[in-house]
């Protein structure tokens, strides 16, 4: 993203009058950016009247200690994107030229753990992806707190959600064997706080039925309702030539939230899984067929309140 383009999103995220907002830097890589860009958005955040809470979800290969010294003096809540141990990282997210990442997401760790920056995690799992072996790795790493998501693509090593559907309640069950009350397991806590609760805690995106109120800019200022539903059809309008709030407005977006609303008013009438998903994932409801997307929320919702009535009884 250019710094003028980088410039305008801020601007234009200002001029909506709020009083704070979470920004998230996502990619790709967003730290490709360099240290510098991020001192220059900084510079811009800080001559807004809008409060900017800055987030970043990076593979952590490119931190070094400039970052790092920037991630802490700046309060940037950090997510790292590592899909497991050595074997399933180095095949899942390899460098240019098929170079392994695994050790270059460790040291970019450490430094962050040098300065006691907490982060979370988050895992792309595969079918390469050993349950037991990826919760001990993710149990030893010294993070706060993880999600997992399926490989959603057309790559040969992509999870079907049978399989899929399995690793997530095999991790399930070591979470709640291991009893660590400093390792949160965010999937699972996003559909007990909602099962608990008898409403919408709005935990994970994918839990909480508001796709649509999030806005996912391109470097290029193209404006979509998230990274995943970047494909054309999707496309709300671009900041260089219209204004955000012009583009929050447009029928395009409000036509989008109506189908959300509308999928998941179906939902909520006719499926015992919706007090816990909201809904779920828009993406997934596009990338799966819907049996099969919505079969697999029901297995998983199912587990966590087994798992949850067996607490309570406890």
Not at 21 to 50: C, D, M, N
Not at 198 to 213: D, I, T, V, Y
Request: proline content about 3%; some cysteine.
């Amino acid at each position: 993203m250019t710094n003028e383009t980088l410039k305008s999103v801020i601007h234009e995220i200002d001029s909506l009058g709020l009083k704070s907002v979470r920004f998230l830097w996502h990619g790709g890589e967003p730290l490709l950016l360099g240290l510098k860009g991020f001192e220059y958005a900084l510079e811009i955040q800080r001559s807004a009247s809008t409060n900017f809470l800055n987030t970043i979800q990076t593979n952590a290969t490119l931190i070094d200690n400039d970052f790092a010294d920037f991630f802490a003096t700046n309060k940037f809540s950090i997510g790292v994107s590592v899909d497991g141990y050595e074997d399933v990282q180095n095949a899942n997210r390899p460098m240019s030229y098929n170079r392994p990442s695994f050790d270059r997401v460790i040291r970019g760790i450490k430094l962050l753990q040098d300065r006691d920056l907490k982060f979370s995690c988050i895992s792309v799992i595969s079918d390469k992806t050993d349950s037991e072996k990826y919760f001990e790795f993710i149990s030893n790493l010294g993070v706060r707190s993880f999600a997992i998501k399926p490989s959603t693509s057309t790559w040969e090593h992509s999870i079907d959600l049978i399989s899929y559907t399995v690793f997530y309640q095999e991790v399930m069950k070591r979470w709640l064997d291991l009893d660590d009350p400093n390792l949160i397991f965010r999937n699972f806590m996003g559909y007990a706080e909602n099962l608990l609760s008898g409403k919408n805690m709005k935990p994970l995106c994918s839990q909480s039925g508001f796709c649509g109120h999030f806005a996912f800019i391109t470097p290029n200022g193209d404006v979509f309702p998230c990274d995943q539903l970047d494909d054309p059809k999707y496309r709300w309008g671009n900041i260089n030539d219209t204004s955000l709030q012009k583009i929050i407005d447009s029928k395009k977006r409000q036509d989008f939230l109506e189908a959300v609303e509308r999928r998941n008013k179906e939902c909520e009438e006719s499926c015992v899984a919706f007090s816990a998903c909201q809904g779920g994932c828009s993406f997934c409801h596009e990338f799966y067929t819907e049996s099969k997307y919505c079969d697999h929320l029901r297995a998983i919702v199912e587990s966590v309140r087994e798992s949850v009535a067996c607490v309570l009884e406890d």
